[in-house]
């Protein structure tokens, strides 16, 4: 059996895992991630694409940012349309932007820097175990090719997503989860194609909610709300356009370009909180401890907030023997984190199309849409909470 010894086991070399690896050893705290994934498969998901400027603000520090900052597409608006109407909101006022960059991107510019930094994830681990989390060494038992390893700890971070092992490894009776799951799902595509405007379009339509977003100024990202069962197969790109154009006003609509689709997928919509998200010496962060519908581009923002913070809290306890602010991360996370889950669910809830909604739940919808868009203080307050609070 291997063994090995570090001073914080992460488990997922997502985003979350990446940045904390990268943040901790910048500041001298020793760190190994296992992932259950390979490489290229961690480097092939098509996930998120806009970033907050206090995200981008952390991953300068972190020493990640320098392509972002380059190759970014900074934006100052989005635009918000519901039938044929389409309104702008700026951020400008607010001296707030957010910065369109795929999360593929920047999950590549974290490998990099990991293996530039000599310590690169230990990729295609199986059947991670985490063991005394409530002692003061955790350890890690996994397999990798088929040999058994343990990895000695200090402290395990849980950044293993929504469906990995480590939030189950807290008590039932410790844990407590608050869930809503909802009755539709996004599929999107990426295409080689301009974007249909400048800006990103949410739009709330009476067939269902649309997100016409990008990569760059000659790839696009779209998404169409959709039933959960959706099967792929029966959406050829040329369906796919034609739904999109026939949910954009009609100006919109005649600048869709149809290029053949690059990827395909659907995602589920969930609002979830777990809650603490520390026991003993394993520590929750991003989708592992809360999973936002994307309606409001919170969750990679969510998760990279979350091991800034983390890795603030594990610094302090090695340079500086302070555990208050390990002590503090669970309870000052998650008011952080329920922030943004009450942006990211009321978001969905006015822009989408709920089965059995009436004409009246419609209505309350546009009028939802139609004040925020004409009030300055509803304005502000969407602002304040989509470029990041
Ligand atoms: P993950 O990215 O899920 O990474 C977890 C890692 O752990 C994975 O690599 C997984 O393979 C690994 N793992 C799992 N189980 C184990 C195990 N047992 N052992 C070892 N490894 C394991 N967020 C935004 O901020 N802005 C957006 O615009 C946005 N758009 C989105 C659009 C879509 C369609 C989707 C689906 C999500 C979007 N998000 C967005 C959310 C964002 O992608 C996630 O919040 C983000 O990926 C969370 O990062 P993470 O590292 O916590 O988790
Ligand atoms: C994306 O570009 O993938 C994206 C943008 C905004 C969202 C969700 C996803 O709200």
Known sequence: ???????????????????????????????????????????????????????????????????????????HGVEIAAGERCHRIDFTAQSGSVTVYGQT????????????????????????????????RPRLRYTRGGKANVLECDFIAGCDGFHGVS???????????????YPFGWLGVLAEAPPVSSELIYLSHERGFALCSMRS??????YLQCELDTNIGDWSDERFWDELASRLPAELAGRVVRAPTIEKSVA??????????????????????????????????????????????LVA???ERRDD??????????????RAERFSAWLTSVLHRYPGRTSFDRGMQLAELDHLVSSAVARAAFVEAYTGF
Not at 167 to 181: M, N
Request: aromatic share 4%.
């Open 317 to 319: 306890h090695y340079a």
């Open 1 to 75: 059996m291997g063994s090995l010894r570090t001073q914080v086991g992460i488990i997922g070399a997502g985003p979350s895992g990446l940045a904390l690896a990268q943040l901790l050893q910048l500041a001298g705290v020793d760190s190994v991630v296992l992932e259950r994934r390979s490489r290229d498969y961690v480097l092939g998901r098509v996930r998120a694409g806009v970033i907050e400027q206090g995200t981008v603000e952390i991953l300068r520090r972190a020493g990640v940012a320098r392509r972002l900052e380059r190759e970014g597409l900074i934006h």
């Open 217 to 222: 100024a000659t790839r696009s990202r779209c």
């Open 105 to 136: 991107e920047l999950t590549k510019d974290l490998m990099d820097a990991r293996d530039a930094g000599g310590a690169p994830p230990v990729f295609e681990v199986d059947g991670v175990v985490l063991e005394d989390i409530d002692r003061e």
């Open 325 to 338: 602010l390990l002590d503090a991360y669970s309870a000052s996370a998650l008011r952080r984190i329920w």
């Open 268 to 313: 589920p919509l969930r609002s979830f909180v777990a809650e603490p998200l520390r026991y003993g010496r394993l520590f929750l962060a991003g989708d592992a401890a809360h999973i936002v519908p994307p309606t409001g581009a919170k969750g990679l923002n969510l998760a990279i907030r979350d091991v800034d913070q983390l890795a603030a809290a």
């Open 167 to 181: 939030r189950k490894a807290i008590p039932a009776a410790v844990l407590k989860t608050h869930e809503r799951v």
